[in-house]
């Protein structure tokens, strides 16, 4: 199906342990971003895209690593997963100067 | 610093009233606007952009302005309906560039 694809939809990982956020979008947009969102603080850009091999900080970028070595993968890795990073996170995609279109979330707990 | 603020507090309004939601913006010269609604558990869905030289746009029951002076955007919701019930987000593109920053939302709850 067409779409932005998150995965996994919930994941609970130690402390310390590297994890990996997948996206996955299937109309060919140019940009891509990843965010967190928390209570108190809302949507938060963590990093962000403009096409395959460009990748850009966002506002909280410490601790999170990315990759786009195709256009239409995203994938986000948490290096070392603390509590703080414990969070809904966000994939999104949008072509210029467009509305973004959403994954559907992953929910990570970290213990 | 830059700051987008959206009206914490929940707004409660009657089935059928119209609901205006108020984004206020500093420190940014946005080329353009987004609205954003969200619901429980689900990722944002884009509603509306307006550009910095246009003063109004609507879609459907939706209604949205945008004034650079004020630094404001006025959402309004005509004819409100209890499925319009949900969070709705305000974004702004950076001054940096592309991606959007988004204010922390305004729950809206209609009644019957």
């Known amino acids: 199906d067409a779409g932005i694809t998150q995965s996994p939809r919930y994941k609970i990982t130690e402390t310390g342990r590297q994890v990996t956020l997948m996206c996955h979008q299937t109309?060919?947009?140019?940009?891509m971003f990843w965010y967190r969102q928390d209570l108190g603080h809302g949507l938060r850009l963590i990093y962000y895209s403009a096409a395959a091999d460009i990748t850009d900080k966002g506002e909280v970028p410490d601790g999170y690593v990315v990759s786009r070595s195709k256009t239409e993968n995203f994938p986000l890795t948490l290096e070392s997963a603390t509590r703080s990073q414990t969070s809904v996170y966000f994939c999104a995609s949008s072509g210029q100067n467009y509305g973004y279109t959403f994954g559907s979330g992953t929910r990570l707990t970290v213990v | 610093s830059q700051k987008i603020e959206q009206n914490s507090e929940a707004l409660n309004i009657q089935e059928g009233k119209t609901a205006t939601l108020t984004c206020n913006y500093t420190n940014y010269s946005p080329a353009y606007l987004q609205w954003y609604r969200q619901d429980p558990g689900r990722g944002p869905v884009f509603l509306l952009l307006?550009?910095?030289?246009?003063k109004e746009k609507r879609k459907e029951r939706l209604k949205v302005t945008f004034d650079t002076t004020l630094k404001q955007s006025l959402f309004h919701i005509t004819a409100s309906q209890p499925a319009d019930s949900a969070t709705y987000l305000c974004?702004?593109?950076?001054?940096?560039?592309?991606?959007?920053?988004f204010g922390k939302g305004t729950s809206l709850l209609v009644t019957p």
């Open positions: 307006i550009r910095e030289n246009e």
């Open positions: 109309w060919s947009h140019s940009y």
């Open positions: 974004a702004l593109n950076s001054n940096s560039g592309y991606a959007l920053n």
